[in-house]
């Protein structure tokens, strides 16, 4: 590594070198013949040929003339600006850009690590694939699970976990063609034609596209009672025009869902929602609104840090409208809207975010 950084230098240095050194000596050359005049004589030498040709008549001829004939004695008796250049100008920025590699060489030798072995992409996957997979991040134990199903192709399970990890990575298109894999293995399960539909809804931002629609209708026919493709197909009823349709669907699920179905909440909200009602939040404990402070504080952070996260921008900016802080929410809408000014999309979501109802 030192030896790269030592090359790397020297290459530097000689390149700028050589760069100085060619303008050294063309500020040394004479003084280059002002262009101007050359120009404007070649117009009047075009202007007589397009003349000549019958392109102009005669009137245009002697207009066109006239102008570039007046142009050319004023460039002739314009003084012209030539350019110089003093060696003791030069020398301070030859010297800098000589110290320059140097610097920092000695800056990585003391604040980087010089010593530290390369570590093969190869050496960490046989590390993670030794280690316990709960303390792997969802990157790592996506890299293993990739090679996992490149060993077993035809087992739909490994290309369900990929996909999950692959989503928890925030790598939605992966995690959709880990399931369309998974799919062509075992089309029979409903399960995966249904996660291959919340993927596709993930990927979009939200939106039911139409390959989601085709998934749940896939799953539906192998599980009638699916809930989560029933309630999408309804809502993108509901977004195609047809609310009453899509209001019907939603509450023939909210009837077949077992009272205790936590489902239920989130069901009777969005059919609220729809029906143009005002939809209260839940009342969260003291802890638990400790916790969710905590964690819409760190999505704030990791935006800060990664900001290329059109989504993370949607959810925090309902995290605090339903938060009820107002000041923050409207930081991070201003945020995201200068960020994502040209993504009518993204802007569209913003805006219905930031209106999500505080809890009461």
């Known amino acids: 590594m030192i030896a790269f950084w030592v090359v790397a230098g020297v290459l530097t240095a000689a390149a700028a070198g050589l760069i100085l050194s060619r303008a050294a000596r063309a500020a040394t050359q004479g003084e280059a013949q002002d262009p101007t005049p050359a120009v404007y004589r070649r117009q009047l030498a075009e202007i007589d040929e397009l003349a000549e040709r019958g392109l102009i008549g005669e009137a245009e001829r002697k207009s066109a003339h006239a ?13 012209v600006e030539t350019w110089t250049s003093e060696p003791a100008a030069r020398r301070p920025v030859l010297i800098a850009v000589m110290l320059a590699p140097a610097l920092a060489l000695g800056l990585y030798l003391a604040l980087g690590s010089p ?190 840090a990664s900001p290329n996260d059109p989504q993370g921008w949607v959810r925090l900016v309902r995290a605090y409208a339903v938060l009820g802080d107002k000041a923050k929410r409207d930081q991070a809408l201003a945020d995201a809207k200068a960020r994502y000014a040209g993504r009518s999309d993204i802007l569209q979501q913003l805006d219905a975010s930031a209106r999500a109802e505080p809890m009461r």
């Open 67 to 79: 102008e570039a004939g007046r142009r050319l004695l004023a460039a002739a008796d314009q003084p």
């Open 115 to 304: 010593g530290m072995p390369d570590q093969p992409f190869v050496k960490r996957l046989a590390a993670w694939k030794a280690s316990n997979p709960a303390s792997l991040a969802p990157p790592e134990l996506a890299a293993v699970l990739e090679q996992l199903t490149q060993q077993r192709p035809n087992d739909p399970e490994g290309f369900r976990y990929l996909a999950i990890a692959e989503g928890a990575s925030e790598h939605p298109a992966e995690a959709v063609r880990a399931l369309r894999k998974a799919v062509r293995i075992a089309p029979q399960r409903a399960d995966l034609w249904e996660l291959l539909g919340e993927g596709l809804v993930f990927e979009s931002g939200g939106p039911v596209t139409d390959d989601a629609k085709a998934a749940f209708r896939e799953a539906l026919k192998r599980d009638p009672k699916a809930v989560a493709p029933r309630f999408h197909l309804a809502r993108a009823r509901i977004a195609d025009g047809d609310r009453a349709g899509g209001l019907a669907d939603w509450r023939a699920l909210l009837a077949d869902l077992p009272a205790d179905d936590s489902r239920r909440a989130a069901l009777t909200a969005a059919i609220a929602d729809a029906e143009g009602q005002p939809e209260a939040a839940p009342a969260l404990s003291p802890e638990q609104l400790t916790a969710v402070r905590g964690m819409v504080a760190g999505l704030a952070q990791r935006l800060q």
